[in-house]
């Protein structure tokens, strides 16, 4: 089993940028890929981004990339979440995943954390 804490969340301005982290405990983090999504109020939960265990690529939502950056640490049993140029609509709760290989579907993630706030205030 893996556990997934994530932590960083809070209440920014519009423009602003916030650095989420996401640690991992239990088996061998490095070969999972792992994932970002999160959810809105009254909205689904939807993929953000995610990153293979080798670092070798990242995939992004269109509505967040450019300004998003995902990022491992294998060392550490770290995956982060950079988040440039904020916007009210990035305001959710967000989730870090980790699966057997990177995807954008929720069901192909195996371990879930239990999430943090992001607000962006206008």
């Known amino acids: 089993q893996v556990q997934l804490v994530e932590s960083g969340g809070g209440l920014v301005q519009a423009g602003g940028s916030l650095r989420l982290s996401c640690a991992a405990s239990?088996?061998?983090?490095?070969?999972?890929?792992m994932g970002w999504f999160r959810q809105a109020p009254g909205k689904e939960r939807e993929f953000v981004a995610a990153i293979p265990s080798s670092s070798t690529y990242t995939n992004y939502a269109d509505s967040v990339k450019d300004r998003f950056t995902i990022s491992r640490d294998n060392a550490k049993d770290t995956v982060y979440l950079q988040m440039n140029s904020l916007k009210p609509e990035d305001t959710a709760v967000y989730y870090c995943a980790a699966g057997a290989a990177v995807a954008s579907r929720r069901d192909s993630y195996l371990y879930w954390g239990q999430g943090t706030q992001v607000t962006v205030s206008s």
């Open positions: 239990g088996r061998t983090f490095s070969m999972y890929a």
